[in-house]
């Protein structure tokens, strides 16, 4: 995508966010400004020489590229993230990221058990977003602040684990998931522990996680019984195809769809949903019995933290029903695909998809399992996704296939290993000189959470009062970040200083965007997708404008910290501002124009933006502190910060 505001011409993605943004307040002064030539703006370097053809992924030779990756890769970066990328170059990065020795995965359900049982507090959704915000800040664990080894530094983890959790998606809008929010915290869990895992395991975890069970109505999924007109939930069966593995229509492994006749073909009719829903029968709580009745076991206790499982024989509410496995044979998905033999590997299904009589629960969703996670689309379905959710909303197809083949083939003929995918994602050419080679395509709209995570990193975000539970006296803890406005401020209400999304507070198992939403105007007629703007609205700019300004932009000096005077434990988080308000003083508004324009948009502001922000900084005057307040409003509400490239 080009800079927004470079010409008079705007360019698809850039254009559309930068008329909506225009409607923001702090981004008047900047978009008023009259349009300079094409040429006098351009500040693209040569991509030729940019890394010594050492090839993408030997860098990053520069902070610019650094804090490009990391921006792609993490939940923001900062200066000590950039410090370290430099030192280690990607590949070492990624290899200590991977590594769990080294990078140890943070855990929800781990610190939702440390606040409900060490501390003694009264746990809710609050929670889920604090231990979530503690992942995506990172900094000390809130139990061990003096343990260095027990830093949350699993950036690329958890950067993976939100990216899966808005392809996998529960939420807690469900009232019952709600009430369980360590069902919640197991589930996203699941995500993170597997993110560099194999695709495989993390379907067969999240299928028999409580929480997707309740979501998608598997768990008490009874057989049929025609007798009594009772047929299994659907539900889960469809889900799972549409959109947690293949999608509706066959793909090419470079993620375009197959076409037969010049029209796409349907992965699935109904009968293959149907026969999928007699697979997913017969699973319930961790904790019922074969002598348990449905209304009197599981819903507490662990059931919401295990595995659900398959007892038999067992009955089924008050009505005498068979929950157990249904027993019928049943055609799954048959796919010869269409390219099988031009690509060795992709292989038909096993016995035409046809999953034979007699099985168990779990030999039959083994079966169903493998028959869904071998199909040919899932390589190109979820590689697009994360491209997507991480780098660009229009990879190109060489850029899916590339990562496709991974998929398929690690190398050593693993199919589905996720790290080899993440690796081969951040690592390809188009991810690390896209926005060189196709400007007016490359990139992706900043998702309003991320935009926080953003600012709260750059900025070393922590508690002013942080009182760290009751049970302790009001120990003074910086380090949990969920205060009363950060727990029901970030959600997905439109009032207040909701920024429309939060983690685990979809409205829809349809995430909070679509993959393949497509904005109206110039992207519409460009074929352009634009996931993130689908929830773009007019109110959304607006209150996500409020809360930088009006929330998230309240911080703090060391030398004048407010008093606690939050809405008590465990307060509220803000910002510190101290080190840019020295930086300025010793460097002047220009450097500091700089700094952020390398912390926040990885050296890619243009001459354009730079030098009306350094006229109206020149012509503000005041405190250094009030200039660096506007700068950080200017930047963080303006169209070429809203576009990540």
């Known amino acids: 995508m080009e800079q927004a505001g470079e010409s008079g011409n705007m360019v698809h993605v850039g254009a559309v966010l930068l008329r909506a943004s225009a409607r923001c307040t702090f981004a008047v002064m900047m978009l008023s400004a009259p349009p300079l030539s094409a040429a006098a703006l351009s500040h693209f370097p040569d991509p030729m020489f940019h890394d010594g053809m050492e090839g993408a992924g030997a ?148 299928t028999l996680s409580p929480a997707m069970g309740v979501y998608l109505n598997m768990q008490g999924n009874p057989r049929a019984n025609l007798a009594q007109n009772l047929h299994p939930d659907e539900n889960y069966a469809r889900e799972i195809n549409q959109l947690f593995s293949i999608g509706l229509v066959v793909l090419n492994q470079d993620g375009t769809p197959f076409l037969s006749g010049g029209k796409p073909v349907p992965t699935y009719d109904q009968s293959v949903v149907t026969n999928f829903a007699h697979v997913f029968t017969g699973w319930t709580w961790a904790g019922c019995t074969t002598a348990a009745v449905f209304k009197t076991c599981g819903q507490h206790g662990l059931d919401f933290q295990l595995p659900m499982i398959a007892p038999s024989p067992y009955t089924y509410h008050d009505n005498g029903t068979d929950l157990t496995n249904d027993i019928v044979s049943k055609q799954l998905l048959n796919y010869p695909p269409p390219n099988y033999a031009v690509n060795p590997d992709l292989h038909a299904a096993v016995n035409g998809g046809v999953l034979a009589a007699g099985g168990t629960p779990q030999t039959d969703l083994t079966f169903a399992l493998d028959n869904i996670f071998n199909h040919p689309n899932v390589g190109p379905f979820i590689s697009k996704q994360l491209i997507q959710r991480l780098v660009t909303s229009n990879p190109s197809p060489q850029y899916v296939r590339r990562v496709s083949n991974v998929f398929n083939n690690n190398g050593s003929n693993q199919r589905g290993d996720l790290a080899a995918v993440v690796r081969a ?8 000189y896209g926005q060189f080679q196709d400007p007016e395509v490359f990139g992706k709209l900043r998702e309003p959470l991320l935009r926080i995570t953003h ?191």
């Open 59 to 206: 860098g990053p030779f520069n902070d610019f590229d650094a804090a490009r990756f990391l921006a792609q890769a993490t939940f923001g970066p900062n200066d000590a993230d950039i410090a370290d990328l430099r030192a280690r170059g990607y590949q070492g990065w990624i290899d200590r990221q991977m590594d769990p020795v080294q990078t140890p995965p943070s855990s929800q359900l781990a610190y939702y058990s440390w606040v409900s049982g060490g501390l003694g507090e009264n746990t809710g959704y609050g929670n889920i977003v604090e231990a979530w915000f503690l992942g995506a800040l990172g900094g000390p664990d809130p139990q061990f602040p003096a343990n260095a080894a027990k830093n949350h530094t699993d950036q690329l983890r958890q950067r993976i684990a939100f990216a899966l959790s808005e392809i996998f998606v529960i939420s807690d809008q469900n009232t019952f998931i709600d009430q369980h929010p360590d069902g919640q915290a197991y589930f996203y869990d699941i995500l993170s522990n597997n993110a560099f895992g194999n695709f495989r395991t993390l379907l067969e975890q999240v």
């Open 425 to 432: 994602i951040l690592l390809d050419p188009e991810a690390r």
């Open 455 to 645: 600012f709260w990193r750059v900025m070393g975000a922590r508690h002013q009062c942080a009182a760290a539970g009751y049970a302790n006296g009001g120990y003074l803890n910086p380090y949990r970040y969920a205060g009363y406005d950060l727990a029901y401020g970030t959600n997905d209400t439109i009032y207040g200083n909701g920024v429309g999304q939060a983690p685990i507070k979809a409205d829809t198992v349809f995430n909070f965007f679509k993959p393949g939403y497509i904005p109206g105007g110039e992207m519409a007629a460009a074929g352009l997708l634009g996931p993130e703007f689908q929830i773009n609205t007019d109110t959304l700019i607006s209150n996500s404008t409020t809360a930088i300004i009006q929330f998230y932009g309240q911080g703090f000096d060391i030398s004048d910290a407010p008093a606690c005077t939050g809405y008590g434990p465990p307060g509220e988080v803000a910002i510190d501002r101290s080190s840019d308000i020295a930086f300025l003083t010793a460097n002047g508004n220009a450097a500091l124009i700089d700094r952020y324009s390398k912390l926040f948009m990885s050296g890619q502001m243009s001459p354009f933006m730079r030098q009306t922000l350094l006229t109206y900084l020149n012509s503000l005057g005041g405190s250094a502190k009030q200039r660096v307040n506007a700068l950080l409003m200017l930047v963080l509400t303006s169209p070429e910060y809203m576009i990540q490239k």
